[in-house]
């Protein structure tokens, strides 16, 4: 019986957690600090998160939003521009003088659904968080693609249609502008616009430019059929998507995450409708199941703590 | 020093080779003959391959175009459609009396490249075939990967323009419809139509219906200007597929072979180019280069000489 701690770092909060290694899926403890400003008070507030969980500490693992190469230097963070090209690693085990690993969240909550979750001994798997973006870990023949730089499992940036909306990125038509929670936003924001989202509409007061996905979940939630409508036309994107790393990879099972999949069945009963016809053999491979992910908002550290383990050895 | 035996099927012709696991590169015997018909006289004309190349036999790989599942039965193979559900490993472990393996020819071809060829010593790496379709073996962390069937990098059927042209495998804008040598046929003909390929029409004997890729490639290799802004057209849907690969894979190295590389540069530099603009976070990973295959049209065989001795255990 081993204590694992894991962190799960946002652009608002720092989320802390203790598993055992045993039954990693229930989170003994959990410590949570609003992220501060400045990479300097960032380290040094997951050093404190760390050191509340558990003292003495044999190991860490830190999940982020970001590109996070194989030393654990953030090359790319959106949410967190202040550690742009910071050695988090190295910076934690001065802090904390105990092995830490640093991954990409996605990847964290990937590996957190693989070993204590919806993938759990399914070793070919692809986990989605359909959140404001989408993060996205993969695992082939039970471990991480992670690649030549640290950067694998960048779904969200697959380009899906050359043709469709200008992504941050710099590209047009990323998957992530079309099946994430703010691609939901933009084309609620577009059908209400041609007004075939009343009740939508009603929900988000009125304002078209208030408009977000959360009302669409809402209602559609209330049964309202416009909402339902719409979910099955932006079901068909999320799909897209799988179906085409699926088609790549032979993924065994697929699990969604985010805060899309409180939906539910009026969400994951079209993706996985649209998902079948969209697949390439699927009658070839139709035990692959499309399901909910199970360790809920705190996958990433779950995941965090377990490759913090490993990395040292555990 | 071990010889292995690899053999390529194909729809046309069946090649056998012989190389030294020390030196796979170079190809110390081969031997083929036409593809017959009839899932027995294939098989058949496989283990004659086999054994006109080696007595006795101490293991044999074999590749073939298709979806080929985990215990070597070849659930689809659009061309050669009488091995349908064929149990390939099977049958030829009983004529040949000697461990057999039996992989798809994209995945075999990748394999030789990264044990033997242009991404030797790279532990991910994303291998392309362009010829009629687009096969792909993707390589990572130094393992193909297979997925949970066998079926892993079907890349050619990713979606990449869901308003596309319609693929034979019932979806729309399948990658290998926009970048394979019949994509740039079908692209020339387009264009030739609208009356702005004149020479390349002239080299198709000004039948429109009888423009094939080519002769794009021998109007661009005269220099013919029409020609190189067409594969430059075409050189941008290749380097989307890549770039999408790479963001996902994060890929060390893409190296491209099939019938298409033999264009050369008037193909490979504007590749090169758009791959730069299309693929995530380019400049942290400046170091990931697109190159020619270098096994040339053996690299199948020679690969699935390869996957036939680790199988073997040797």
């Given at each position: 019986m081993s204590q694992l701690i894991g962190i799960?770092?946002?652009?608002?909060?720092?989320?802390?957690?203790?598993?055992?290694?045993?039954?990693?899926?229930?989170?003994?403890?959990?410590?949570?600090?609003?992220?501060?400003?400045?990479?300097?008070?960032?380290?040094?507030?997951?050093?404190?998160?760390?050191?509340?969980?558990?003292?003495?500490?044999?190991?860490?693992?830190?999940?982020?939003?970001?590109?996070?190469?194989?030393?654990?230097?953030?090359?790319?963070?959106?949410?967190?521009?202040?550690?742009?090209?910071?050695?988090?690693?190295?910076?934690?085990?001065?802090?904390l003088g105990c092995s830490v690993a640093v991954d990409n969240d996605a990847t964290c909550a990937a590996w957190g659904e693989h070993i204590a979750g919806a993938a759990r001994g399914i070793p070919d798997a692809t986990c989605i968080t359909l959140g404001t973006g989408i993060g996205t870990g993969l695992i082939a023949g039970g471990e991480v693609i992670r690649g030549a730089h640290g950067f694998g499992g960048e779904a969200g940036h697959m380009v899906v249609d050359p043709a469709g909306p200008h992504c941050p990125c710099g590209r047009r038509g990323c998957w992530e502008r079309m099946a994430s929670g703010s691609g939901l936003?933009?084309?609620?924001?577009?059908?209400?616009?041609?007004?075939?989202?009343?009740?939508?509409?009603?929900?988000?007061?009125?304002?078209?430019?208030?408009?977000?996905?959360?009302?669409?979940?809402?209602?559609?939630?209330?049964g309202d059929s416009q909402a339902l409508d719409l979910l099955r036309a932006f079901a068909w994107w999320v799909a897209l998507g799988l179906a085409n790393l699926v088609t790549l990879l032979d993924s065994g099972i697929v699990v969604i995450g985010g805060g899309l999949v409180e939906i539910g069945e009026p969400l994951m009963s079209?993706?996985?409708?649209?998902?079948?016809?969209?697949?390439?053999?699927?009658?070839?491979?139709?035990?692959?199941?499309?399901?909910?992910?199970?360790?809920?908002?705190?996958?990433?550290?779950?995941?965090?703590?377990?490759?913090?383990?490993?990395?040292?050895?555990r």
């Open positions: 799960d770092i946002g652009g608002t909060k720092i989320l802390g957690i203790v598993v055992d290694e045993d039954d990693p899926a229930v989170v003994q403890a959990e410590f949570r600090v609003p992220t501060p400003a400045g990479a300097d008070n960032v380290l040094d507030a997951i050093a404190k998160v760390a050191r509340e969980l558990s003292v003495p500490l044999t190991s860490v693992g830190v999940g982020i939003a970001g590109l996070v190469d194989r030393d654990g230097v953030l090359q790319s963070a959106p949410n967190l521009p202040n550690l742009h090209q910071v050695p988090v690693r190295e910076e934690l085990f001065h802090r936003g933009r084309l609620a924001r577009e059908v209400a616009e041609a007004g075939r989202l009343d009740r939508v509409l009603e929900l988000a007061g009125g304002e078209l430019s208030a408009l977000r996905g959360e009302h669409v979940a809402q209602a559609a939630t209330e079209p993706i996985r409708d649209h998902y079948g016809n969209l697949v390439m053999a699927h009658d070839q491979r139709a035990d692959v199941r499309v399901e909910p992910a199970q360790l809920g908002e705190r996958a990433g550290a779950i995941g965090a703590a377990l490759l913090g383990g490993r990395r040292a050895g």
